[in-house]
């Protein structure tokens, strides 16, 4: 393979991996516009990568489990907050509601 060969490789490389990247983007804007976007993305986030709870377990094998899925959750939580603008800020708050409300019942009933 020439060198030229290689150049023109990697810009198609580079090329496509942009196109992805901007297609992911509109993706995630899309899905965090609507109230039940951001409500998914947020249970992902709490509920299967576990972005918020600790990882330690005291078994090492379960213990590595949750760190990498920990791990891809703060990957995604990154992207959501650089992607997401201003819909970042509605998840945040909508979570807090969620959480007090939640709270408060659970005040009620004890």
């Not at 891809?72 to 992207?79: E, I, S, V």
Request: aromatic letters at 10%.
């Amino acid at each position: 393979m020439t060198q030229g060969e290689l150049e023109r490789r990697e810009r198609y490389r580079k090329q496509v991996a942009e196109e992805t990247d901007a297609k992911a983007k509109a993706a995630c804007q899309f899905i965090m516009s609507t109230p039940q976007g951001r409500f998914f993305l947020w249970w992902v986030l709490e509920s299967v990568c576990g972005t918020f709870a600790s990882c330690e377990t005291g078994e090492e094998r379960t213990s590595l489990v949750r760190t990498g899925k920990r791990a891809a959750g703060l990957h995604l939580q990154g992207l959501m907050q650089e992607w997401g603008g201003p819909e970042f800020v509605h998840l945040m708050a909508e979570n807090f509601a969620r959480t007090a409300d939640f709270l408060a019942r659970m005040r009620e009933d004890s």
